[in-house]
């Protein structure tokens, strides 16, 4: 039995994830979680993903009661063969085809296809994943047709009708902060700034308006400005 009404969602513990993660429990009816260990430098965010899912299991028992089983997926082998500055001990820089450093070549590709694995276990359709392609470091694995076409992959290969939803595709970082507003209030935007975490340096630190993190990595200065953006509007 294929469920509709389940959704899948790729929840690393950052902003972008959380935030989907809220727009599933919104419009769905059960909502599992997964997340993947490729040695990224930033691997804190594995340990306050759980932290995000605790406290919203707290904040909002209307969505405690949808929240399913967490997925933990040991990718460590994605690390061993991607020699980035988000899996290796390099400064952040631009390389000369335009592309940062950061992006770990085939990333967004094997966590869709591992989420659609568990899904095809699991019954569930739904798959959610945080990429978008207004506000972004121009990973090309962030891209709609990225993602569209994978779709059309995964269920040619997989003989399913999977739907990869994208909530904030076409969002910039200060309407992702609004639509997290949106979703969950004040509760909900309090966990994303003391909870979530998105710092490529790893560093926690003490809490700043946008959150914890060292303030310039570019994933850092993303958040940082979108939040200004949005505080500013409001
Ligand atoms: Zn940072």
Redesign the pocket.
Known sequence: MIDTRSALVLFSGGQDSTTCLAWALHRFEHVETIAFDYRQRHRIELDQRLVVLTEIRRRFPQWAAKLGDDHFIDMGVLGQISDTSLTRETAFEIEQDGLPNSFVPGRNLLFFTFAAAVAWRRGIRQLVGGMCETDFSGYPDCRDNTIKSLQVTLNLGMDRSFVLQTPLMWLDKAETWALADELGGAALVDILLQHTH????A?RGPLHAWGH?????????LRKRGFEIWKSAG
């Open positions: 998105t710092c490529y340096q560093e993190g060292c303030g310039e990595c570019p994933a850092c200065a």
